[in-house]
């Protein structure tokens, strides 16, 4: 009887020395995972981004970004108990050959994020349904950026919403 509880007792601390382990081992992960601002979080998922920087309210951040100079792309970033983690990031190709009041083809982020570029934003509103976009005006980036990515004059619109919004042709209007 001795010997069974004996085994039973070694079981137990095997048992508990290998959630040990595993506990210690994702929380260090967490740990790398995590960083001090938002911007750092994307970052470190590609440090070859050119970062648009949308909103940052409590623990949640919108990026967008220029990746390989041909893509734009969008990331919520969230702030957890160790720090900024970065979502997914999804990109796809954009044209900044856009004439005046012209939707481009937009894109999505989930179910609750749509956006796109259009030229002179400053004086032309995009709509879905009762949602107004939020207008981002590319030259706010540094000056190099804006003339090597002919960015001038373009803002990068985006509606974010509760609900899922819909994608498709007519979604949006100027």
Not at 41 to 46: G, I, W
Not at 85 to 111: M, P, V
């Amino acid at each position: 009887m001795s010997k069974n509880v004996f085994s039973k007792g070694l079981l137990i601390i095997f048992t508990l020395f290998l959630i040990s382990v595993l506990l210690v081992y994702l929380f260090l992960s967490e740990i790398s995972n995590s960083h001090s601002e938002p911007s750092e979080a994307l970052l470190a998922a590609d440090d070859n981004l050119v970062l648009i920087p949308a909103y940052k309210l409590d623990d949640d951040s919108l990026y967008f970004f220029i990746k390989d100079q041909e893509n734009l792309g969008a990331s919520f970033i969230h702030n957890g108990l160790f720090g900024w983690k970065a979502e997914d990031l999804t990109w796809s190709r954009f044209d900044t050959n856009i004439r005046n009041s012209q939707l481009n083809d937009f894109h999505g982020y989930g179910d609750d994020l749509i956006y796109g570029l259009i030229k002179n934003g400053d004086e032309l509103i995009v709509k879905k349904d009762e949602d107004v976009a939020r207008m981002l005006n590319l030259e706010m980036l540094p000056r190099n950026i804006v003339e090597d990515y002919h960015l001038q004059d373009l803002y990068l619109w985006y509606i974010k919403s509760d609900s899922a919004l819909e994608k498709g042709e007519r979604a949006c209007q100027v």
